[in-house]
């Protein structure tokens, strides 16, 4: 391949990849062409994008990028990136591995680290991670309020007995309130 043609493939390389910092790095063999096309366009559906790529021309790209990815580069490779996030994304791969035994994991990247697959499908996804920070904002405050609730609620459940014993001894409620004070 010549220089002038390494050049252009770097350059879209950096065009498709700039603004990208989650990917899953994967090998896929023995799919046929049909197989191929329904996988492409079931994860296009949900904004998931496929590449094909040559090894050391990514490499150099990544590293011109500041991505730290410098384990997964033997073999072919096909990088899947898109959808809400890196957990969304390596879930719907996960799915689809189950159904065609030919992909395999070579690993994924999270803002420019490589980490393993395994850990990418354990990450939460954005909103299950945005409700975990909610819960825990709302514990603390969940708490002082029942603290600051609870006197209340028994002081307010103390009057409502004694207004429900005044009418029944045929006294007001003033007169009732008296007597169990003093």
Known sequence: MSKKIKQMEMAALRTTFQD???LVVLTVSGVD?????QMRLSLRKKNIRLQVVKNSLTRRVFDEMGMKVSKYWEGPTLLAWG?????????ELDAL??????L???????????????Q???MPTKAEALGRIVSLVQS?????????????SRIMGQLKTLAERAPAEGGT??????????
Not at 106 to 114: C, D, F, Q, R, T
Request: proline letters at 6%.
């Open 20 to 22: 990208v910092r989650d």
């Open 120 to 122: 990418a499908l354990k």
């Open 104 to 118: 395999k994991f070579k690993g994924a990247v999270s803002e420019g680290l490589e980490i393993g697959f395994d």
């Open 173 to 182: 409620p003033e007169a009732a309130a008296a007597p169990a004070a003093g």
């Open 97 to 102: 591995a189950r159904k065609n035994k030919n």
């Open 140 to 152: 603390p405050i969940t708490r002082v309020l029942s603290q600051v609730q609870a006197p209340a």
């Open 83 to 91: 959808a809400g996030s890196l957990s969304e994304l390596s879930r």
């Open 33 to 37: 062409s049909q197989t191929d096309n």
